[in-house]
T-cell receptor, first 114, second 114 residues
Framework: NAGVMQNPRHLVRRRGQEARLRCSPM?????VYWYRQLPEEGLKFMVY????????ESGMPKERFSAEFPKEGPSILRIQQVVRGDSAAYFC????????????FGNGTRLTVT | AQSVTQLDSHVSVSEGTPVLLRCNYS??????LFWYVQHPNKGLQLLLK??????LVKGINGFEAEFKKSETSFHLTKPSAHMSDAAEYFC????????????FGKGTKLSVKP
């Protein structure tokens, strides 16, 4: 039973390019969460999605960031026109329900903006 | 605003000695509390969780934590450290129904000396 799969593991982008991070939740999980971890910091919530719906995006920057979780396929976190400050580890987590079930985390995508 | 404070950014112990990682949270009527562990370049793994049942919670790998409402604390302990315990540990709190909007502490790096 595969866990939460994130790819790529490492992503290098130049300033101004776009970054697309993918997350496939565990089998049977329909709730996906994205978190960002800056160096020396804990994880910060970004967005919570169910299939085809954004439930809570209170942690998403207002510009350049977007997320989707289509009916088919992985969840995508998209960062347009990346800047150096976007360099971080981005973690995806999934759960079977939105309440009372622990999250299962992927190994993260480490984004480096040069 | 809800918050969680991990009192030590680094803790160093010798193998075979007890481990204590401290965590305090801001008071709330019904917090759920978790400890996650993150090994280098890995995702987060749930160690244990408290959701208003027994105040002493046993987790994996011999870890346990005690919920003390009077002290708003949820310290993580282990009687005897093992080299494989060296990792970063995050205390996490969430309030209300959604488990997705977790609030992470800044983490405590545990070093284990031979």
């Amino acid at each position: 039973n595969a866990g939460v799969m994130q790819n790529p593991r490492h992503l290098v982008r130049r300033r101004g390019q776009e970054a697309r991070l993918r997350c496939s939740p565990m089998k049977g999980h329909s709730h996906v969460y994205w978190y960002r971890q800056l160096p020396e910091e804990g994880l910060k919530f970004m967005v919570y999605l169910q299939k085809e719906n954004i439930i809570d995006e209170s942690g998403m920057p207002k510009e350049r960031f977007s997320a989707e979780f289509p009916k088919e396929g992985p969840s995508i976190l998209r960062i347009q026109q990346v800047v150096r400050g976007d360099s971080a580890a981005y973690f995806c987590a999934s759960s079977p329900t939105g309440t009372d079930s622990p999250l299962h985390f992927g190994n993260g995508t480490r984004l480096t903006v040069t | 605003a809800q918050s969680v404070t991990q009192l030590d950014s680094h803790v160093s112990v010798s193998e075979g000695t007890p481990v204590l990682l401290r965590c305090n949270y801001s008071s709330s009527y019904s917090p759920s509390l978790f400890w996650y562990v993150q090994h280098p370049n890995k995702g987060l793994q749930l160690l244990l969780k408290y959701t208003s049942a027994a105040t002493l919670v046993k987790g994996i790998n011999g870890f346990e934590a005690e919920f003390k409402k009077s002290e708003t604390s949820f310290h993580l302990t282990k009687p005897s450290a093992h080299m494989s315990d060296a990792a970063e540990y995050f205390c996490v709190v969430t309030y209300g129904g959604s488990q997705g909007n977790l609030i992470f502490g800044k983490g405590t790096k545990l070093s284990v000396k031979p």
